[in-house]
């Protein structure tokens, strides 16, 4: 199953704040709506919306795809002169194989008075969608989704720092025996903080049991004070025999009260002690990170 369709890329966590479930999606085609906007959802303290435009948006010349939009909404009691700054995903679900693809774009979108409304005209390709084989569409369903991340401002001040090239780090961690209920790797650098990875070979939370869960952590000592950290990285889990890996994105900010980020549910415990994959060799796993320090937000 592919990571990637077109410029989408699948993760396994679903969307944080909203997802829809559409059931005879065929009907809607058929019905020649241009848009379709479902039910308000709140993220940040603000109300948003998620559109779709099952034939693609006409304004913005795009053919045989469906576009998706993400609207601000409710804005009439906003102070004069307001702005929202926000980094948001949207989502399609591959009901086959439980991925969630997304367009991986870590802009910050500006929402205000003349421009309420974000969106991505091409956002799959119409024949891609209705494909059985890449799941999005299963018995005339489908199912999309949304997360927003809005940066605010305080009365104190909030200020958001994005690097305009922003470095990546690599570490590679050999976990043997897998016998303890938790494991720590060492400490490795990634622009200017230091991170390690907690495994739970047993699973942690919801995946406790079923799965192996993982986790990014920052090192709050390395952060300076009022400041958190939104990051990117890719946890990979290393096939040692057959080079076919299994890995997975997130995005996130770090920083007090939440330090540690990552999936209760990375990989299923039994296709891991399964010896064709290579996945457990000689009672050793290989688990790869790579972290992308995107920006800081420092409260002033």
């Known amino acids: 199953m592919a990571a990637r369709i077109d410029n ?9 704040h909203f997802t829809i479930k559409i059931e005879t999606f065929s009907t809607l085609l058929k019905a020649s709506i241009e848009k379709y906007s479902f039910c308000d959802f709140e993220a940040g303290d603000y109300k948003w919306k998620l559109s779709i435009y099952p034939h693609g948006n006409k304004k ?3 053919e045989n795809h469906i576009s998706i939009s ?26 086959l194989h439980d991925k969630y693809f997304t367009l991986q ?42 997360e927003v991340f809005v940066l605010k401002s305080t009365r104190k001040g909030d200020c958001l ?14 976990v043997k025996g897998l016998t303890s209920d938790r494991y720590d790797s060492d400490m490795f650098i990634a622009g200017d903080y ?3 990875i907690i ?27 009022a400041t958190k950290v939104f990051a990117k990285f890719t946890f990979r889990l290393v096939d040692q025999i057959n080079g076919e890996h299994f890995e997975t994105n997130f995005d996130h900010l770090f920083g007090p009260p939440v330090s540690a980020r990552g999936s209760p549910k990375f990989f299923p415990l039994v296709k891991l002690k399964d010896v ?14 790579q972290v992308t320090v995107l920006g800081t937000i420092k409260t002033m």
């Open 8 to 16: 989408l890329e699948g993760r396994d966590v679903q969307p944080h």
């Open 194 to 196: 230091k991170w390690w």
């Open 276 to 289: 064709k994959k290579g996945l457990l060799v000689d009672d050793t796993c290989t688990i790869e990170a």
């Open 105 to 146: 774009d870590d802009k910050v979108r500006r929402f205000h008075a003349m421009k309420t409304e974000w969106g991505v005209a091409n956002f799959i390709n119409l024949d891609k969608f209705k494909d059985p084989s890449n799941g999005f569409l299963v018995d005339d369903a489908c199912v999309f989704g949304a």
């Open 60 to 62: 913005r010349l795009a």
């Open 199 to 225: 495994l739970f070979p047993r699973g942690f939370g919801i995946g406790k049991g079923t799965s192996i869960s993982t986790y990014l952590a920052l090192d709050e000592s390395t952060l300076p004070r």
């Open 70 to 95: 993400l609207s601000l909404v409710e804005t009439s009691s906003l102070p004069p002169g307001w702005e929202v700054n926000a980094v948001f995903k949207l989502f399609i679900y591959d009901q």
């Open 161 to 174: 720092s994005m690097l305009e090239e922003p470095t990546t780090s690599n570490y590679v961690w050999k």
